[in-house]
């Protein structure tokens, strides 16, 4: 994809993404988070919720991910804004959709409105700009 392909109003394909344990832990491990809701499914119970939780760099990656699979290798993320939601639990899936909703010719950038929900609610917002040096490798 380049930068010409794209056009605002335009829908990302939509991506489920099972939320299993071996995803969170993995995620979380993988960003130096070892706060123990991550991966300790009785230290997660004792806070109240049912069992241990995505954490948001692992949500962020998987932002990044949905909005680069779908515009290509010559993307490349410019700015990435996220909000959390409803918890990522595991046993649920996250069922992640985009729309872009603008573009800047001059620089060479689009924005994405990405969101990411599961069974309790949404679970993630983000804008994502992504930009375009067409021919650079």
Known sequence: MT????QV???LPELVIPITASAIVAGAIATNDFENVHHDKAAAQATGVPDIFMN???TN???QRFV???AGQDARIAKIAIRLGAPNFVGDEMKM???VVALDAAARTADIKVSGRNG???HVTSTVT????EGAR
């Open 97 to 99: 959709n985009g729309e």
């Open 120 to 122: 309790i609610g949404e």
């Open 3 to 6: 930068f010409d392909d794209i």
């Open 68 to 70: 680069t699979d779908w």
């Open 61 to 63: 990656g998987f932002v």
């Open 130 to 133: 992504i930009g375009f040096a």
């Open 56 to 58: 948001i760099l692992t």
């Open 9 to 11: 109003g335009q829908a």
